[in-house]
C-alpha cells in the first residue's frame, strides 16, 4: 500500500532534517492530515518568515504553482475558537502571515488555515481561515528526522 501512496508524491525537498512534500492531489483539511499521516509525515508547520520563505520557494519550483493558487498548512482552531495551535504538535501558533481582515470565521465555519497565492483578489502568500470540510486543495506534508541519541 504505501508504494502505491509514494508514487503519488511528485514534488519534494529536504532542507536540513526536515523534508517536505506536495502530494499529487488534493483534498480536504481532514483527509489532507490524513494522507501525510499514512506517509509518516504531518501537515506543514510554519514557525518562522524563513520557514514560510522556503516553502513559497518550493512551491513556486512545482507544478502545483498557478497565479491562483491554495495549499493547507498544519494550523486550526478547532480546538478552541480563534486559538491557532498546529495540529504535529499541538503549539501555539505564533508565527502568522495572515491577509487582510482574516481570519474572520466567516459563518462561524472557517477554522483551518490556507496559505493562497491568488492575483485576481490581491492574496499573494497569504493566510486565510477557510472551512475545513469542503474545501478542496493542495497540501504540504513534512517531517522531521528525529535522532535520540547526540553523536559523540
Not at 517536505?20 to 483527509?31: G, L
Not at 512545482?62 to 495540529?87: C, H, M, P, Q, V
Request: hydrophobic residues 45%.
Amino acid at each position: 500500500m504505501k508504494k502505491v501512496i509514494i508514487l503519488f508524491i511528485l514534488a519534494h525537498l529536504v532542507l536540513g532534517a526536515k523534508r517536505y512534500c506536495i502530494p499529487d492531489i488534493k483534498a480536504n483539511w481532514f483527509k489532507a492530515h490524513e494522507f501525510c499521516t499514512t506517509l509518516g509525515m504531518e501537515l506543514i508547520s510554519i514557525e518562522s518568515q524563513a520557514e514560510h520563505n522556503a516553502l513559497i520557494k518550493f512551491i513556486r519550483s512545482t507544478d502545483k504553482f498557478s497565479n491562483a493558487t491554495r495549499f493547507w498548512i498544519g494550523a486550526s482552531d478547532l480546538a478552541e475558537e480563534g486559538i491557532y495551535t498546529w495540529i504535529s504538535s499541538g503549539r501555539l501558533v505564533t508565527f502568522t502571515n495572515w491577509a487582510a481582515n482574516e481570519p474572520n470565521n466567516i459563518n462561524n465555519t472557517e477554522h483551518c488555515i490556507e496559505i493562497i497565492h491568488n492575483i485576481y483578489i490581491n492574496q499573494v502568500w497569504q493566510w486565510n481561515d477557510m472551512e475545513c470540510r469542503n474545501e478542496i486543495a493542495y497540501f504540504v506534508c513534512e517531517s522531521e528526522d528525529i535522532q535520540c541519541v547526540d553523536n559523540f
